[in-house]
């Protein structure tokens, strides 16, 4: 079944004295680009990721936000970073040195507003063994993986449906093709003769060989058999890949060039108005399936 690359899911979990919430975000893209946000200081969780994601999805640009947070206050919890602290007081003499020479007078800094500057207290990471709270946080993150492969599933059946429909307007205007062209094909060959004939009676030095190979490659450039015939063979193509259980979004995005090069050649031999806007109606409906295709797996 079709399956999209959109998609979201999201998970909260615990472990001991830690606390996270996994963000999955999905869009499309031209093949699996993975974007990872997640603690380095648990040992090998990102490489895990990365496989795990690799092994389940084709195609599609992955967001992963993993935030972990030790929920504990113990007097470890809060150490004080005492180079991010000389550095800050360095910065706030710089700053209170530059103000006097313009005459400007600042309001002195108290401790507590040092202390929430960026860096200078920041939470203790304690010597230990985090493969326990890796394993935890993996099968979490399986369980959203395959909240967000359930609703990029979901999403690909109301493509399937939307695409399934646009096919069936394209073999619509196919049948519609035909009938123009038979109608057309009375007609030219009357306003042929006609040309013909004229052509005759104002000279007698046209090579009768000469004239059949004109004649012949006007009906080649009228013929619309050809293209009738491939759009239909594409029109099996694309049902039998969206009915597909793979993905399938590379083949159908070349399919629809292919498509639109017949409904383009057909334009150019309409040589009628009819089939003229059988081949509009048709590029139209092509182009808003390729839209569609975009975001197939």
Known sequence: MTKSMTGYATKQGRF????????????????????LRVPEWINGLEGQIRKLLSQQLARGSISVTLKVTREDAGENALRLNTQALHRVLSMLGQIEEAAMTN?????????????????????????????????????????????????????????????????AQIKAYITIAKTEAEKRSQTAAETLRDSVQKLLQTTDTIEEGRLAQELALLAVKSDIREELDRLHAHTDAARALIAADVPVGRKLDFLMQEFMREANTL???????????????????????????????
């Not at 606390?19 to 974007?35: E, F, P, Y």
């Not at 108290?110 to 099968?139: K, Y």
Request: aromatic share 2%.
């Open 267 to 297: 334009c150019s031999k309409a040589q009628s108005l009819a089939l003229t806007r059988v081949g509009l109606d048709l590029k139209t409906v092509i182009d808003q399936m390729r839209e569609q295709v975009q975001n197939v797996e």
């Open 16 to 35: 001991a004295a830690y606390s996270w919430q996994i963000d999955l975000r999905s869009v499309n893209s031209k093949g699996l680009d993975l974007r």
């Open 103 to 167: 005459g400007v007078t600042l309001a002195q800094a108290s401790q507590a507003d040092v202390l929430v500057m960026r860096g200078v207290m920041e939470q203790s990471q304690t010597e230990e063994d985090s493969a326990p709270l890796a394993a935890a946080l993996m099968q979490d993150f399986q369980a959203a993986l395959e909240d967000l492969k359930t609703m990029r599933a979901q999403e690909g059946a109301a493509l399937h449906t939307v695409i399934q429909t646009q096919l």
